[in-house]
């Protein structure tokens, strides 16, 4: 009995010895791993750090090609782009042609035909055959001949012309044509585009387009020769780099609606020749003056009665500012006194605004008086002594002599 207690009791003790056994060797198996994981990290950290210290990590250089600007890329197309839009263009031109003709100046020769001996350009203002040209392109002309683009010739009357703004009219009897959209001058800017039709060296039935901008405006030009006595200066003029040719004379330079803002009138030339300056007459301008031909047989022209001269003023720091015109004296044929002298004028005044607009040039000054008429009413603010005076009178007519 007590040795199967001992047997059993042995076996018990067996079976925990072999138990503790297990779960000692599954320490020592634990241990073991641990250690050889601790070992594994510590080497990986120290291959790793030798690896980066020489570079191993260390990202290459990706050299990327120089960025092309916005800016690059647009004057690179600027180099090839038309400088204006040419479907406009071709728009403005496909309708304003069929307005624009040539005019053949001329005599009559023993056998009564007609002789050409110079030409210009005109544009229909209206739809009863009234066109407007240039006074030179006319002057003195007795037989005129307008041809239209699609080759339909008239023989015109001349209305009337004005050598001071060198406009003129003509008429040709067909009442069942289309006139030109008529624009407004005073609504033209530096920059704007200009298109100028013409009838350059009388090349053809068909006018010629350029195309071009505003390059400035309010200019002056002496036109003409003395030796030949038409000598004149045109003021408040378009100027245009658009090509303006002999025999353009009296064409149209249009906007960008394809609406008439000037008359073309002659171009600047240097002995080298042509510079690319170009004149028109404002189209504000031209429609009075051929009104005042059409209702009086001539031009009105206002007379203020000055012999004037360029007034400056100095700035704080020394610079000198245009700042009105000096009355140097009241002028007149055989002395009269005329228009501002009657008002009470005198010579040493400086005029300095004209019906509130500011006067600072006297280019500015005749500008304004072309486009005026004898008889219009005007207020003129004068500087004499340093007090300002208000002078309210009606301008006289322009004497033929002078």
């Not at 000198?320 to 228009?339: C, K, M, Q």
Request: charged letters at 25%; a negative charge.
């Amino acid at each position: 009995m007590e040795d199967d207690t001992f047997k059993q009791q042995e076996l018990f003790e067996t079976e925990k010895y072999i138990s503790d056994l297990v779960e000692e060797k599954t320490k020592k198996r634990g241990s073991s791993f641990n250690l050889v994981f601790l070992s594994s990290f510590f080497t990986s950290i120290i291959v790793l750090s030798f690896l980066f210290f020489f570079g191993i990590f260390e990202e290459e250089e990706i050299i990327l090609p120089d960025p092309v600007t916005i800016t690059e890329t647009i004057k690179e197309k600027e180099l090839v782009m038309p400088r204006v839009d040419s479907s406009k263009v071709v728009s403005i031109a496909e309708i304003a042609t069929k307005t624009i003709v040539q005019l053949q100046v001329g005599e009559r020769d023993a056998e009564n035909d007609f002789i050409s001996i110079g030409g210009g350009s005109g544009v229909v203002i209206n739809e009863k055959g009234l066109i407007i040209t240039n006074h030179h392109v006319i002057d003195e002309a007795t037989d005129v001949r307008v041809i239209f683009e699609d080759g339909r010739m008239y023989e015109a009357e001349i209305i009337g012309s004005d050598k001071l703004t060198d406009i003129g009219v003509v008429k040709i009897e067909n009442e069942n044509l289309t006139p030109i959209s008529i624009g407004n001058s005073e609504g033209v800017f530096v920059g704007d585009l200009a298109v100028a039709i013409g009838h350059p060296l009388t090349l053809g039935a068909a006018p010629t387009v350029t195309t071009g901008v505003i390059s400035a405006l309010d200019r002056r030009l002496d036109v003409g020769s003395e030796n030949m006595n038409n000598a004149v200066t045109l003021f408040g003029l378009i100027q245009t780099d658009a090509p303006i040719t002999r025999g353009s004379s009296g064409g149209a330079l249009l906007n960008n609606n394809g609406e008439l803002i000037g008359i073309t009138t002659a171009i600047a030339t240097a002995d080298v020749g042509a510079e690319g300056l170009g004149f028109a007459v404002p189209i504000n301008l031209a429609l009075g003056i051929v009104e005042d031909i059409l209702d009086d047989g001539q031009v009105l022209h206002a007379f203020l009665g000055i012999l004037g001269a360029q007034y400056f003023e100095v700035a704080d720091d020394g610079a000198r500012i245009f700042s009105g015109v000096l009355i140097e004296e009241l002028y007149g044929p055989a002395n009269d006194i005329y228009a501002i002298g009657k008002a009470g004028a005198l010579p040493g005044d400086v005029i300095k605004k004209i019906n509130d607009i500011d006067i600072s040039t006297l280019d500015q000054l005749i500008t304004i008086l072309r486009n005026k008429r004898a008889g219009d009413a005007i207020t003129v603010e004068i500087l004499r002594g340093g007090n300002t005076i208000t002078l309210d009178f009606t301008l006289d007519l322009r004497p033929s002599d002078v």
